[in-house]
């Protein structure tokens, strides 16, 4: 109904105008279609064009022009972007991004160009999520989620979990080298307690950070695999 009621103000507007001003009346009618319709196409437009072209021709009165502007209107309103001719563009689709797609770095990210550093960046934040996502139902205290959260991501844990994967899990040999690249990253520094366990902890978030932008379907792979470690119950659980 919107439609329609914006279609009859917008033809009652140019029925007035004399037939000298019809390439004012056909850019009104295809700034209509356009705005208010984000799938237009080529196929629209043209039918707009042939109706007032067709009203220029035939000298039809003011009022006969408003009537062809607005059976234009809506059938490019209307319109699909399949009129059965091949030979037609097809619609300009403008598809919204999804989730993933936001979250994801720039197109133009080149993962073998990233530091060590820069990938355990991305794959610090993306492990944690995926541990707060596997822990947060059943609810349960916020403080007890937390512990469990942190007590999965600090680095003595990380640390085990990469030695399970270099046991367990068929490493690549480029993955491999993305590991070695996470672990040799780390500046060594007397302020840590124990930098061997930090130094693993970075090359098993480069890992995760390197497959969540390379390769999404390893990453549900190794995530997969990890699953039953990460939810095994523990000492502490009281079982």
């Not at 004399?18 to 056909?26: E, K, V, Y």
């Not at 009537?67 to 300009?92: K, W, Y």
């Not at 707060?132 to 959260?149: G, K």
Request: glycine share 6%.
């Amino acid at each position: 109904m919107t439609g329609t009621r914006r279609t009859t103000s917008v033809a009652s507007t140019v029925g007035t105008t004399t037939r000298r001003h019809h390439h004012i009346i056909l850019a009104l009618c295809i700034v209509f279609v356009a705005i208010t319709n984000h799938r237009v196409c080529a196929f629209s437009a043209t039918r707009a064009r042939i109706a007032v072209s067709t009203a220029q021709k035939q000298h039809h009165p003011p009022r006969r022009l408003q009537q062809c502007i607005l059976a234009a209107i809506s059938d490019a309103l209307d319109a699909t972007g399949d009129n059965g001719d091949s030979g037609d563009e097809p619609p300009l689709d403008v598809q919204e991004p999804d989730l993933l797609q936001l979250l994801l770095p720039a197109s133009t990210c080149d993962v073998n160009q990233m530091s060590g550093t820069d990938l355990a960046y991305v794959g610090d934040v993306v492990f944690e999520l995926y541990v707060r996502s596997l822990n947060v139902w059943p609810s349960m205290r916020t403080s007890n989620l937390q512990d469990v959260v942190v007590g999965t991501v600090r680095a003595e844990n990380q640390s085990r979990l990469l030695t399970s994967i270099r046991e367990g899990f068929d490493l690549s040999n480029k993955e491999k080298q993305v590991i070695s690249r996470g672990r040799n990253s780390v500046t060594k520094s007397k302020n840590r307690r124990n930098p061997a366990a930090y130094q693993d902890s970075t090359a098993f978030e480069a890992f995760v950070g390197y497959l969540y932008i390379q390769d999404r379907d390893r990453l549900v792979e190794l995530l997969q695999w990890l699953r039953p470690i990460l939810t095994a119950p523990t000492e502490t659980d009281g079982s």
